[in-house]
């Protein structure tokens, strides 16, 4: 059974740092593409930034040079630092995996999201 459980989340002011977590079990981590997902109230979920087997890695725009994903197979963890942080960034994140022939859309697997809330 596959299991991805994100941790981290919290209350920051704007212009802190918080750092996620996702442990992955019941699957060869190293296989999958790892993903940063968020969902704002009213919002539809968007991609934060993707990580490859091999570490090459993908951001949204809005996060460039303020958010860095990495990953540590050894650990079965993924990792999301954000720094700057906004009060539109804001929402809940979710973890997710997928093989690089699937979507995240369809056969992929999710974690429970963890809350970001980002006050003035």
């Known amino acids: 059974q596959v299991q991805l459980v994100e941790s981290g989340g919290g209350l920051v002011q704007t212009g802190g740092s918080l750092r996620l977590s996702c442990v992955a079990s019941?699957?060869?981590?190293?296989?999958?593409?790892m993903a940063w997902f968020r969902q704002a109230p009213g919002k539809e979920r968007e991609l934060v930034a993707f990580?490859?087997?091999?570490?090459?890695?993908n951001y949204a725009d809005s996060v460039k040079g303020r958010f860095t994903i990495s990953r540590d197979n050894a650990k079965n963890t993924v990792y999301l630092q954000m720094n700057s942080l906004k009060t539109e960034d804001t929402a809940i994140y979710y973890c997710?995996?997928?093989?690089?022939?699937?979507?995240?859309?369809?056969?992929?697997?999710w974690g429970q999201g963890t809350q970001v809330t980002v006050s003035s």
């Open positions: 997710a995996a997928k093989l690089p022939w699937n979507r995240f859309d369809d056969r992929a697997y």
């Open positions: 990580i490859t087997s091999d570490g090459s890695t």
């Open positions: 019941g699957l060869t981590f190293s296989n999958y593409i």
